[in-house]
């Protein structure tokens, strides 16, 4: 006899099975693989202009406060 554990699990399998063969997972899943270098390219980007305005930000805090701002 199957434990509740077991049941449980096996439900959770067969639902993942289910998800994984349905046309939308399969789209999603080939759409990301191709999208994803350019996801990664754009967050290299981003992360890069984030840190140059950051340091004109923290430049121009520098030169207000007269020195004194770390």
């Not at 990664?40 to 207000?64: D, H, N, P, Y």
């Amino acid at each position: 006899m199957e434990t509740k554990e077991e049941r449980i699990a096996r439900r959770h399998r067969e639902r993942d099975e289910q998800m994984k063969a349905s046309p939308g997972y399969l789209t999603f899943s080939i759409m990301f693989t191709l999208a994803y270098p350019f996801i990664a390219v754009f967050t290299f980007v981003m992360s890069g202009l984030l840190a140059i305005f950051s340091g004109i930000s923290r430049a121009a805090a520098w030169v207000v406060s007269g020195g004194s701002s770390k």
